[in-house]
């Protein structure tokens, strides 16, 4: 994957040594499996919260986790995990990450400053040779999942981040309903695009409150906007975590959100968050390129038919018809008609998600297999007309089309 030169280098570094930094870094994480990193407009949205919690319920699914915080402005991954204080331990030339368990490694910017408002001094290239260092010098070993909690924004270090670490999997964008309406969102989506970061999806925290008291939820905003957007940006809707005094409450007391098994709304988001990442295992790199990136207006529509027309019965249709679509000019770009694999329980949810697809329009759907498209963000709209894959396209971009009941709910 390319990227777009640097504007924001070290003064004074040749072209030569930029070069050897960079190869330094890319052979530091040559046996990092995958790099995501979680970014946001601003400050204070829960960018953290999301990244640690991430982290570690990764490393709940026993994978190799490492979280590397770079938010020089507000580092505050040590507290979240109850790690302030501690000492990075430096080897020669190398430093050692913080390791909680045999599978979450952590380093933080935090862990080199003496107190929070040290960093707001450093200049723009003291801020960029840390996080080279950070990226060349921290031997993370052996990892699946590498979380880079970026610091927020699109200006330098969000930028010097992405273009270091070269061919990341992509970036989980978060935001908050107020957010949203201030657009940031599309400024961080339009960073990614400029640089050729895949999107890996939209989270919507501090959506809707969660009383202590009674455990009820309550929309303080209207709902949808998220969706919404993420549906007219052609990317992935990663889910809603609400306001959630709980999770203040793990925060303060350095214990994850996640790492206590919770049976609740915000525990089921952060595990829709998981699930998505995990997925990424499943998923070739050009893939996730085509369908999130370069095509991010675009949409890969998957139609169940027979006979030429939507099968009400999802799982036992003849055909898929997959669809490409473009969201702006709402133009078919091209249709291809695939063979599924045998229905079995779990099968076409999995099937689906690696051809690409990212909505589905069924007549009849049980109710599993629309849990199991939820978890894998795939839209799916149920009880459309039996009628030409061609029309259902035609009037899903149109917003015209007609969902009625779900005929076939097993
Ligand atoms: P950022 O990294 O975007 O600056 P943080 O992750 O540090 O934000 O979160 C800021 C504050 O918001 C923290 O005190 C955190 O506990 C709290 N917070 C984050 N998400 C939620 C949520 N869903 N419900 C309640 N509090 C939250």
Not at 95 to 111: E, R, T, Y
Not at 310 to 325: A, K, M, P, R, Y
Request: hydrophobic share 40%; proline share 5%.
């Amino acid at each position: 994957m390319t990227r777009k030169p640097g504007l924001c280098e070290a003064e004074g570094n040749t072209t030569n040594q930029l070069q050897t930094e960079q190869e330094h870094i890319n052979k530091n994480l040559e046996h990092v499996r995958h790099k995501i990193l979680v970014l946001s407009g601003k400050g204070g949205v829960g960018k953290s919260t999301i990244a640690a919690n991430l982290a570690v319920s990764l490393s709940l699914a026993n994978k190799r986790v490492g979280l590397l915080d770079i938010d020089i402005h507000g580092p505050s991954i040590p507290k979240i995990l109850n790690l302030e204080g501690r000492v990075i331990q430096v080897l020669g030339e190398t430093m050692l990450p913080v390791q909680i368990g045999p599978d979450l490694k952590v380093m933080s910017i935090g862990f080199l400053l003496r107190d929070s408002d040290d960093a707001v001094i450093w200049r723009g290239p003291m801020k960029n040779q840390v996080i080279k260092q950070f990226l060349k010098d921290v031997k993370w070993g052996s990892l699946d999942f590498l979380i880079v909690d970026s610091p927020p924004g699109t200006g330098d270090e969000p930028l010097s981040i992405v273009q270091l670490l070269g061919d990341a999997d992509g970036a989980i964008i978060v935001t908050t309903p107020q957010q949203l309406a201030l657009s940031d969102v599309r400024k961080s989506i339009s960073f990614c695009r400029n640089l050729n970061m895949p999107v890996l999806g939209v989270l919507e925290n501090m959506s809707g409150f969660v009383c202590p008291k009674c455990g009820e939820q309550t929309d303080i905003f209207s709902l949808g906007g998220g969706q919404d957007m993420a549906r007219q940006l052609g990317i992935h809707f990663l889910g809603r975590i609400p306001i959630d005094p709980q999770i203040v409450q793990a925060c303060d007391t350095g214990q994850p959100y996640v790492s206590n098994d919770r049976r609740n709304e915000t525990a089921k988001a952060f595990s829709q968050v998981t699930q998505h990442v995990l997925m990424l295992e499943n998923q070739g790199k050009t893939e996730k390129v085509n369908v999130n990136q370069k095509g991010a207006r675009k949409m890969r529509i998957a139609i169940p038919v027979v006979e030429g027309k939507l099968s009400q019965h999802f799982g036992h249709c003849e055909t898929f018809v997959i669809v490409d679509t473009d969201g702006d000019s709402r133009k078919v770009l091209n249709r291809k008609d695939l063979t599924p694999p045998r229905h079995e329980p779990g099968v076409l949810p999995t099937w689906l998600h690696g051809e690409g697809v990212n909505v589905i329009i069924a007549g009849g759907m049980g109710q599993r297999a629309q849990q199991l498209f939820a978890q894998n963000q795939i839209e799916v709209v149920v009880g459309a007309p039996a009628e030409s894959p061609e029309s259902l396209v035609s009037a899903y971009l149109n917003n015209t089309l007609q969902a009625g009941e779900n005929i076939c709910d097993h």
